[in-house]
């Protein structure tokens, strides 16, 4: 009896796995694949943010890009793309319980999918843009070894982040609607300290409280390690950072469970 | 015999909050609590001690004027809303409930909306592949699978949604006003006949509605709603009667 429900169980979980992935499907198509330029805005974005500072950095404000050996434009590229999916994940997340409520008032839904959903979309996007990085840093003479396969372990640090931060402030947003200034103002924080602009060594030693705090220091600089300077990753960071995720995706996903249906009677 | 039961309510009641000056922020939740204001809110009972059992296969109207609670009734059975405390809410089966310009995302094609709500219902793709045919069949859509649902008429929408919950293995209906929009004869036809052959197959449905006609038809018993509270429950054609003669007397009243 136990072994059948059990094979049941399994099933069930496969059209789950399904149904997330086809919700993200449908949530990338309808993010790119409704503009006329698609995908390509995907990539845009960062590549236009990077030349404003490459440009300011290098030209006007020459002593921050000083000390990188790295060319400054794929290394601003690097941190940049990685910072801004998790901003987009946060900022989507945010607003699934309201975008995604045709659904929820229509079918039964487990809430957390969507969110899980949502954040997959945009992690779609965030590995075109990886890719399209990694040819780029090939292109000014990166050379890439076995370090590479920590990449995934990165973009799925970024997605528990990301999926869970969403997550708790898709409720709080509702209970405190002013919430979105404050978010405004630490996403702005997070933009100059996660090590966007200089080296993770700079923060440690200047700042060493954000560099403990601020998991996206460690993240950016292990992608850095893996991909700009071909050496190993910080295993210290890597695995303090994937506990923070997880953590903080794991109460996401309990103040999903327990307060949207609150939440949703105030929407 | 016993007939089993769809969906159980007992002691149901909806209490909602609201708030008069709205302390939606933190600046004012932070002044409320320094200045030891209590914040302000009233409670508003929606609904109040719902008890009732809908059967397996029965098709069962709600009816009532606006602001009666029906659509509270509606989000509390899909769990959308919770209810209050000491109610209990049992359901058996994969419910759908199917109200214009719900459901579907006017953003994304014929094709997606079907897999997304296949999928959310249960579904797995292989299910959903081998209905996907029928469901586009009768909804008329052959010629617009992948055209973007925001191009489609009220009554293509309509169809649509109607043909995914025939064929999505929906147990549950929950019909909020979902018919009388349409002047589409064919299509009404064919969901009549859907209708009728749906409940040989036992399937469940909810019909909210504002006309008396559509409950007439389709429905055995009913129940009619008012501020919240079971005014009469038992069978579909008394439960009408006396609504429809108690708003002739309210607007002889008027």
Redesign the interface.
């Given at each position: 009896m136990s072994i059948i429900s059990k094979i049941l169980d399994r099933f069930q979980d496969i059209n789950r796995f399904e149904r997330i992935w086809k919700i993200a499907q449908v949530d990338f198509k309808r993010r790119y694949y409704n503009d006329r330029l698609g995908l390509i805005w995907a990539l845009l974005n960062p590549v236009l943010t990077v030349l404003v500072y490459y440009y300011v950095f290098t030209h006007i404000v020459k002593r921050i890009s000083e000390g990188i050996d790295q060319n400054y434009a794929i290394f601003l590229f690097s941190g940049l793309i990685f910072w801004m999916a998790f901003v987009e994940m946060m900022k989507k997340g945010m607003r699934t319980l309201i975008t995604k409520r045709y659904l929820i008032e229509n079918i039964k839904v487990k809430k957390e999918d969507l969110f899980i959903s949502s954040s997959l979309a945009i992690t779609f996007a965030l590995v075109f843009n990886i890719v399209a990085y990694l040819v780029m840093a090939a292109f000014f003479g990166v050379h890439y070894s076995f370090n590479l396969l920590f990449l995934p372990i990165l973009i799925l640090n970024v997605f528990l982040i990301g999926s869970g931060v969403g997550m708790i402030l898709s409720i709080i947003l509702i209970y405190f609607r002013d919430i979105s200034h404050i978010i405004n103002l630490v996403v702005m924080l997070g933009f100059w300290t996660s090590g966007i602009f200089f080296k993770a060594e700079l923060i440690l030693e200047k700042a060493p409280i954000i560099y403990y705090l601020n998991p996206f220091v460690g993240i950016i600089d292990n992608v850095r390690r893996i991909t700009l300077y071909n050496i190993e990753p910080n295993l210290v960071t890597i695995n303090a950072n994937i506990i923070t995720g997880l953590l903080i995706f794991i109460l996401g996903f309990n103040v999903i469970k327990n307060f949207s249906q609150s939440a949703m009677e105030k929407l | 015999m016993e007939a089993a039961i769809a969906i159980s309510l007992k002691n149901i009641s909806k209490t909602?909050r609201i708030h008069t000056s709205d302390a939606?922020?933190?600046?004012e939740?932070l002044t409320n609590i320094i200045l030891r204001k209590s914040s302000n809110y009233k409670l508003l009972k929606a609904l109040y001690d719902i008890n009732v059992d809908i059967y397996k296969g029965e098709s069962f109207g709600i009816i009532g004027n606006n602001g009666s609670g029906k659509s509270t009734l509606l989000?509390i059975m899909?769990?959308?809303?919770?209810p209050d405390k000491g109610g209990i809410l049992e359901t058996n089966g994969?419910?759908?409930?199917?109200?214009l310009g719900?459901?579907?995302?006017p953003?994304?094609t014929a094709r997606?909306n079907i897999?997304?709500?296949g999928?959310?219902?249960?579904?797995?793709?292989k299910k959903i592949g081998i209905i996907f045919e029928h469901i586009i069949e009768f909804a008329g859509l052959q010629k617009f699978i992948d055209v973007q649902v925001k191009f489609y008429s009220k009554g293509m929408r309509q169809r649509l949604m109607f043909s995914i919950a025939m064929y999505a293995d929906a147990e549950i209906f929950l019909l909020d006003e979902f018919f009388g929009g349409t002047g589409d004869q064919e299509f009404k036809a064919k969901s009549d006949k859907a209708f009728e052959t749906r409940l040989v197959n036992g399937k469940t449905n909810i019909i909210v509605s504002h006309s008396m006609q559509i409950i007439r038809k389709h429905c055995k018993r009913a129940l009619w709603l008012e501020n919240g509270k079971i005014i009469k429950i038992g069978d579909a054609i008394a439960v009408t009667d006396e609504y429809l003669k108690s708003q002739n007397k309210s607007q002889n009243k008027s």
């Open positions: - | 909602f939606n922020t933190i600046r939740r989000n899909m769990e959308t809303y919770n994969k419910m759908m409930r199917l109200a719900m459901g579907i995302d953003n994304l997606d897999y997304v709500n999928s959310i219902i249960g579904l797995s793709f």
